[in-house]
């Protein structure tokens, strides 16, 4: 499993953007996906997540209402868009997959990606 991201960038506050994850998979619906993000001087946390065929979604509480995840099962790849973007989202951002249900532990992540950073300015 190799995973893609790309789409960070620096935007202002208010602003938003939409991170991009291309799976490179045999079969793509076997998987779920999890965005983690970490900022400087953090831990690697869970931002949102959703299941194989896109109806069951998880958000943590501090993004919930401005970021949305999303899948293209035709095109092998996840979403995340980040709408009225803060300061404090800057953080580099993972995705993951799981092919064993929805992982919101980043302990529990088998497949990573390489991570994109996104940087918002106040």
């Known amino acids: 499993v190799q995973l893609q991201a790309s789409g960070g960038g620096l935007v202002q506050a208010g602003g938003s953007l939409r991170l991009s994850c291309a799976a490179s998979?045999?079969?793509?619906?076997?998987?779920?996906f999890s965005w983690f993000r970490r900022a400087p001087g953090k831990e690697r946390e869970f931002i949102a997540a959703?299941?194989?065929?896109?109806?069951?979604?998880y958000y943590a509480d501090s993004v919930r209402g401005r970021f949305t995840i999303s899948r293209d099962n035709v095109k092998n790849t996840v979403y995340l868009q980040m709408d009225s973007l803060k300061p404090e989202d800057t953080a580099v951002y993972y995705c993951?997959?799981?092919?064993?249900?929805?992982?919101?532990?980043?302990?529990?992540?088998?497949?990573w990606g390489q991570g994109t950073l996104v940087t918002v300015s106040s």
């Open positions: 993951a997959a799981s092919a064993v249900g929805i992982t919101r532990s980043p302990g529990e992540v088998r497949y």
């Open positions: 959703i299941n194989w065929g896109g109806d069951i979604r």
């Open positions: 998979v045999r079969t793509f619906t076997v998987y779920d």
